[in-house]
């Protein structure tokens, strides 16, 4: 059983005795005593040493008994002692005192020596009391540490819906101080959405959260305790993801239909073009072949001409076949040749609108990756259209800059500007989502701005990873 330190504090010999003898009768604590007989002697032992109960009289020669035990009770918690008065029949009033002031407990010293019996069931009553304050407090301490170290915002309200714990982690979520926080009404920070609970900052900035709501009985009261976690940059990237799958699915579906489109114009101009050429040049050739060899030189000649103007229109009809799959420019001559090419094959259909290439003497001979190069190219033929059939404008420029470890692209013009529905962020404009595309996968930054005075700025800009 653990050794009980008691220290009796009394002037009086006969007194600390009896209160030994009563504590000791019946031997039901193993109990360790130390006497003090005046205040200071007190102070002097409960600073080196632990006790675990105090029987203090009232009337001591340096102090009384009510100043003492102020100091004692001022000291750190976990030093604090609990205090049992004794005074004598006449300080009834005192012991009321010292109750109110802090003590556990007062015994009326009466002549006939009936406190002294009354003397182990206090004791134990006041220590057990003690122990159990101290235990509480430990177990307060210990939450109060949870609370404040969580991560989850923790907020707390009384029945009325007034905040009564608001933790760190809420201040940081809400923007807002405990104190401030504390008797505000929750709505304050908390709005009901269909289905789910959001939350608002102090400065008004909408929060997505995640709650976990519960509600006890305290004291007959009903506490309504929220533990929050904000989502809100979670919520928006999920939306950007859903909102980034759909933009790729809705792409897919058009270059699908696009291939479609392709497929059937290609054989479409092989059909009705190539095709034709073909078979006129196959006639041409054959009459040369059985023609008479004695025709005159001038009807040879121009069998000649008509077969070589043939072919020379069958490699024409080629050529643009495969300049709408691919540039042959592109891959021969590298970028700036391709997109000056491109240029002046739109300003035949586009005479009223200023088409314009501004590149450097060294960029029009750099050469880049040609996946670079290829994505650089679509990029701006896919802008250079977008201009001329949506902006309105009267010019539009090409500009292209860099080196060889830089590539500097921009298509701009003067015309309506780019409305910010029709930003690469926002849904629906799929030939944005193209040209970010592209981008991406050559591991280039792609941006759509308004220009500075009108229009619109597309640009793209790439360095090697």
């Excluded at 109110?100 to 019996?117: F, N, P, T």
């Excluded at 650089?376 to 080196?403: C, D, K, P, Y």
Aim: hydrophobic fraction near 45%.
């Amino acid at each position: 059983m653990t050794l009980t330190r008691i220290l009796v504090v009394d002037d009086d010999d006969v007194d600390r005795l009896a209160c030994r003898r009563a504590l000791t009768r019946g031997g039901s604590l193993p109990i360790e005593f130390l006497e003090a007989d005046t205040g200071a002697r007190a102070l002097e032992l409960c600073a080196t040493q632990r006790f675990d109960c105090l029987l203090l009289d009232f009337r001591l020669p340096d102090m009384d008994g009510i100043e003492l035990m102020e100091q004692l009770l001022a000291r750190p918690a976990d030093m604090l002692v609990p205090v049992v008065m004794l005074t004598g029949a006449d300080d009834v009033s005192v012991a009321v005192e010292a109750m109110r002031r802090g003590a556990s407990d007062y015994l009326v010293k009466d002549v006939q020596g009936r406190y002294q019996a009354l003397i182990p069931a206090v004791v134990q009553r006041v220590m057990r009391d003690h122990e159990m304050r101290r235990q509480k407090s430990r177990a307060e301490q210990a939450l109060h540490a949870i609370i404040s170290s969580a991560s989850d915002a923790i907020v707390s309200a009384d029945g009325e819906g007034r905040i009564t714990l608001f933790n760190p982690s809420a201040e940081a979520v809400f923007g807002c101080e405990s104190v401030a926080a504390i008797g505000l009404p929750i709505e304050r920070f908390f709005t009901p959405l269909s289905g789910r609970v959001g939350g608002r900052r102090a400065d008004g900035q909408h929060l997505e959260l995640e709650v976990s709501l519960s509600h006890a009985k305290v004291h007959g009261q009903t506490m309504l305790t929220a533990i929050v976690r904000e989502v809100t940059q979670r919520v928006q990237a999920e939306l950007a993801l859903s909102r980034y799958r759909e933009e790729l699915s809705s792409l897919t579906r058009k270059l699908m239909a696009q291939e479609k489109v392709t497929t059937r114009r290609i054989a479409q101009s092989l059909h009705d073009r190539l095709g034709q050429t073909l078979a006129a040049l196959r006639l041409s050739f054959d009459a040369v072949q059985s023609g008479d060899q004695q025709a005159p030189p001038a009807m040879q000649q121009r069998h000649a001409e008509r077969v070589g103007a043939l072919i020379d229109q069958a490699v024409r009809e080629v050529r643009q076949v495969l300049m709408d799959l691919r540039p042959p420019l592109l891959d021969e001559h590298g970028l700036a040749a391709a997109l000056d090419n491109e240029l002046r094959s739109r300003a035949r259909a586009h005479e009223d609108v200023e088409l314009l290439l501004e590149a450097t003497d060294d960029c029009m001979q750099h050469r880049w990756p040609a996946d670079v190069e290829y994505a650089g190219f679509m990029i701006a033929r896919e802008a250079l259209a977008n201009a001329l059939q949506h902006a309105g404008a009267s010019t539009v420029r090409v500009r292209l800059g860099g080196s060889e470890q830089r590539l500097e692209l921009e298509v701009l013009d003067d015309g309506r500007g780019i409305e910010e529905h029709e930003l690469p962020s926002r849904p629906g404009h799929l030939g944005m989502v193209g040209m970010r595309e592209r981008a991406l996968a050559i591991g280039a930054h792609f941006s759509v701005a308004r220009g500075d005075a009108a229009g619109t700025v597309v640009g793209l800009h790439w360095r090697p990873r």
